[in-house]
């Protein structure tokens, strides 16, 4: 039996080598931050979010297009029933240029570039919590992947234990000298112990499987972790400091209120007039029924200005004031998250700490 143990656990570990990548813990972290797909995911959505700083930011510049075109044409109007020839068909040729540039918008574009600059730094900030996360579930998983093999490594001494015990207990037995209700009960425990050996290998398969599904390879001759009680706070206020001053996600949380703020602004620019410098030139042959070339140039300065639209516009204002006030409120329940998260860690690590003496 203990050679079959000593087998079955030599195939898990050539199983391991054969996709090892991590020994050491450091090393585990750097490869799930690098390579798990949801902190990838997130990193991508971050990606995404920065890009719509740039199509915001692109209001600023001119924008310019071009429109060519030929085809046929049949008019009735005053002119060519005056002409006396009714309606008329005529090849129709179009050609034309528009440059708009935007001169002022309330400070709309302004803002928008504010509120998706503030989205950005959230996304980014969420990027930093989710590899957090799943740093922390490594880390789990690598400390259970060692605490698994340790038990092993005892059930198999307790087997071994008991295999010598039950040896001699037979070996008395068969000299007359024992009891044979002694060698039942020896061979029962025995038989425990091989079940115990079993269930540990079967718990380090399983400790392998969640090794792989977090960190993605499967571990190979980790090393043991060096205590990490130097680097804790000293006090519970410092650990509170320290939880709120570095919460990624409380961080988010606080740029999403300036994302929120940036939005309003942008909802109080509908109140406001927009000027734009329009610059066009056409250039038109055989148009409306009249044969001949027909050019056009245009340069102007135009203010629009909405006076009512149904009150859309004060609607949108109240909305987005009502979303500042839900950003604070999710920012003030992060906040309460984080203080109770760090809370029920020290409580649990100052437990732990008291027990292990015993």
Known sequence: ????????????????????????????????????????????????????????????????????????????????????????????????????????????????????????????????????????????????????????????????????????????????????????????????????????IGNLKDAQTAYLRVVGKLPYDLQPIASPEKALPASFDQAIDLAINNHPILKSANVDIESAIAQHATAKAAFMPRVDLELSASHNKDIDGIEGVNEDALAMVRLRYNLYNGGKDMARRRETAQLINQAKSIRDNTYRQAVESMRLSWVAHQTVKSQMAF
Do not use: C
């Not at 928008?112 to 989205?119: G, L, M, Y």
């Not at 061979?187 to 115990?196: I, S, Y």
């Open 1 to 200: 039996m203990n050679v079959k143990t000593k087998f079955v656990v030599g195939s898990l570990m050539a199983l391991s080598l054969s996709t090892a990548y991590a020994d050491t813990l450091q090393e585990a972290i750097q490869y799930t931050v690098n390579e798990n797909p949801e902190i990838r995911s997130a990193a991508a959505e971050r990606s995404a979010v920065e890009e719509e700083i740039g199509q915001a930011k692109a209001r600023f510049f001119p924008t310019i297009d071009i429109a060519v075109g030929a085809g046929w044409e049949r008019t009735l109007n005053p002119t060519t029933e005056g002409a006396g020839e009714g309606s008329k068909s005529l090849g129709r040729d179009e050609a034309s240029i528009q440059i708009n540039q935007m001169l002022y918008d309330g400070f709309a574009t302004a803002s928008e570039v504010n509120r998706q600059t503030a989205r950005t730094n959230a996304k980014a900030y969420n990027v930093y919590g989710e590899a957090e996360f799943i740093a922390i579930r490594a880390v789990e998983a690598y400390i259970n992947v060692l605490r698994r093999e340790q038990l092993l490594t005892l059930a198999e001494e307790n087997l071994a234990v008991h295999q010598s015990t039950n040896d001699q207990i037979k070996s008395r037995s068969d000299r007359g000298v024992g009891r044979k209700a002694d060698v039942e009960q020896s061979t029962g425990r025995l038989a425990l112990a091989q079940k115990n050996v079993l269930s540990e």
